[in-house]
């Protein structure tokens, strides 16, 4: 039987705040609208109707973490996912809790 490894508190701290982006949500719609296309913070603005400084504190925080890239155009920037990696980890997610669901749907149906 393997032993685990002790993980160093800074590769811990690191993986955290990694998954700390996923944990709000206006960043998980900020990332499904910007899935297959890059768009201008003003459409992202649109889309969620909340202000252009919420959208762009958001986008600042996967920029950051290298999940977004940045670009100018004129006074506009437009964004665009470079880490598609964020997308197969949300969708083991979304089907983790899909099979959680339909687990506890089946134990209801049983009670009725």
Do not use: W
């Not at 206006?26 to 201008?40: D, G, P, Q, T």
């Not at 649109?46 to 006074?75: C, D, F, P, Y």
């Amino acid at each position: 039987m393997k032993t685990a490894r002790a993980i160093p508190q800074e590769i811990i701290d690191y993986v955290a705040d990694y998954f700390s982006i996923l944990s709000e949500p206006m960043r998980l719609r900020l990332l499904n609208l910007l899935r297959n296309e890059e768009k201008c913070v003003q459409e992202l603005v649109e889309a969620t109707q909340t202000s252009q400084a919420n959208v762009s504190k958001h986008l600042k925080v996967m920029l950051q973490a290298g999940i977004l890239s940045r670009r100018s155009e004129g006074t506009s920037a437009y964004y665009q996912v470079v880490d598609p990696l964020i997308f197969e980890l949300c969708h083991l997610v979304c089907d983790r809790l899909a099979d959680r669901s339909e687990q506890q749907a089946r134990q209801f149906r049983v009670l009725t």
